[in-house]
């Protein structure tokens, strides 16, 4: 009771001395309208708590995480927005509660909860034997497929075979780990499709396949990590042999049988998904949509500011419909042998609603202050880009550095809405965004999804910390020499 007390103590006192200072801020900048003017820097602490509970929680009170993850999420939230209410008043509050939830948080869930409920009802059927080179095979297919299904399309599509052939093995995670670098985050590089930041470049007037350019890093990185990934998975292999263990053990007596798709028609609603994602950003080019003069996108008038447009509608009724249309005919008996639970969508749906929610002065303040960094080369772009990519929401963080870019003054170069930018600087500012994403669970959707999804499979998976140690020992050096030969000019 005493330590709870203190815990209880402790925790007012922060959301107190939150409070007061969020206060001091707001009356002293009394008169700005940017909110990233007004936040002092330690309002990102709600976020950064939020982050270590996921990092921390799960390693030392795993069970109690489990059934305590929405009261941690519910604490944080609470955390930033009472002082920031407090502050700013109640008006203030509720435009941004509603502005992050109904049009980020809300279509993005959406898309995720679409892209899960259509690639859980396909399942590939036959004897299909995890060896180094058919991990190999079934990573480069995830790999091509990301940009053009998106990353989180292919995530869903491919972590169940992958899991499902290795089923046979013990030690698997390394597997998954690189699945995650490449099929989660890498491969959706070369069109506005693969990833969310490169689709909103499209939408501020990047040509649609001008992200093909990315194609040599693409190679580059793919081959590497596709190299290493092979050895090391040979030296698991061999352990696994000469341990005793073999494909065997879960084939048994059966006569192998040829691999088979099952639940092929889920590809239609995927491509529904697809279309309904391009659909959303084209639509504002019609008069119907968005005004052509002053671009503002017709719809739901929510709050003072805030508006649900047509598009985004139309986009999410789309996803659910293939959703519904997925659940209703696809045969459960293909569900259940692809494992499919709600627990991986439920996982995802709560966390980030938290993370949504506390990382609004994280980014408030990179809105604000992002052209005051002083990034004048594409070795800079890339590595802040990347960088806070890892841990912020990475559409965002991309925008905020593509209009940074856009007003260095450039005079030839890609013209978008936000003005013109070097082709080096914007070669940088995607593969950044795109890239980086890798670094940690957080930096991308599917990278969350595909480790929930292995360890409702059984699958022990590293920690958030021991997830970012395997990023640093593969990635960081591969981007180092990323910038070595595409950056240091």
Avoid at 54 to 72: G, Q, R, S, T, Y
Avoid at 142 to 160: F, K, P
Avoid at 416 to 440: D, E, H, K, Q, R
Wanted: charged residues 10%; neutral net charge; contains cysteine.
């Amino acid at each position: 009771m005493k330590r709870q007390s203190s815990v209880r103590i402790m925790l007012l006192t922060i959301m107190l001395v939150l409070c007061s200072g969020v206060i001091a801020f707001a009356s002293e900048a009394e008169g700005h309208h940017n909110l990233g003017e007004l936040l002092p820097i330690w309002s990102v602490l709600p976020f950064v708590g939020m982050l270590l509970s996921i990092a921390i929680f799960p390693l030392v009170k795993p069970e109690w995480w489990e059934h305590n993850m929405m009261k941690v999420v519910i604490f944080w939230s609470l955390v930033f927005l009472i002082p920031f209410g407090i502050a700013f008043g109640a008006n203030a509050l509720i435009f941004n509660i509603l502005e992050i939830v109904l049009l980020d948080y809300l279509p993005f869930i959406v898309l995720l909860f679409g892209l899960f409920v259509v690639a859980g009802g396909i399942i590939l059927r036959g004897t299909l034997i995890g060896t180094p080179k058919v991990n190999i095979i079934l990573l480069l297919i995830g790999t091509i497929l990301a940009s053009w299904v998106g990353t989180t399309g292919a995530s869903m599509l491919l972590i169940r075979p992958v899991i499902r052939a290795n089923q046979w093995r013990q030690k698997k995670a390394h597997i998954i780990v690189f699945f995650i670098f490449l099929v989660s985050n890498i491969g959706g590089c070369l069109t506005p499709v693969g990833d969310p930041p490169l689709f909103l470049g499209f939408l501020r007037g990047v040509p649609f396949f001008w992200t093909m350019k990315l194609f040599p890093i693409m190679l580059l990185n793919v081959i590497i990590l596709l190299v290493v990934l092979f050895f090391l998975d040979n030296y698991y292999y061999k352990k696994e042999l000469a341990a005793g263990r073999s494909p065997q053990d879960v084939i048994g007596d059966k006569p192998k049988q040829p691999l088979k798709v099952e639940g092929a028609h889920n590809l239609i609603f995927m491509a529904m998904i697809v279309g309904a994602v391009i659909l959303n950003g084209m639509l504002p080019n019609f008069e119907a949509f968005a005004d052509q003069v002053t671009g503002e996108v017709y719809g739901l008038h929510i709050f003072e500011g805030v508006v649900v447009g047509y598009n985004s509608i139309i986009q999410m009724v789309i996803i659910l419909l293939a959703a519904f249309l997925s659940m209703r005919t696809t045969k459960k008996i293909i569900r259940t042998d692809n494992c499919f639970t709600w627990f991986c969508i439920q996982e995802v749906a709560t966390l980030f609603i938290g993370i949504f929610i506390t990382m609004i002065p994280a980014l408030a303040l990179l809105k604000a202050h992002g052209s005051a960094l002083g990034l004048s080369s594409p070795l800079q772009f890339f590595w802040v880009t990347g960088a806070l990519s890892s841990f912020l929401d990475n559409a965002p963080t991309y925008l905020v550095f593509l209009t940074t870019a856009g007003s260095l003054g450039f005079a030839e170069g890609i013209a978008t809405t936000v003005g013109m930018i070097a082709p080096t600087m914007l070669l940088a500012i995607s593969a950044g965004a795109v890239f980086m994403g890798a670094n940690t669970y957080i930096g991308n959707a599917p990278n969350f999804m595909v480790r929930s999804i292995a360890e409702e499979n059984k699958i022990p998976m590293p920690s958030f910390f021991g997830y970012m140690l395997w990023s640093v020992c593969f990635l960081v050096p591969l981007f180092v020499i990323d910038t070595v030969i595409f950056f240091l000019r």
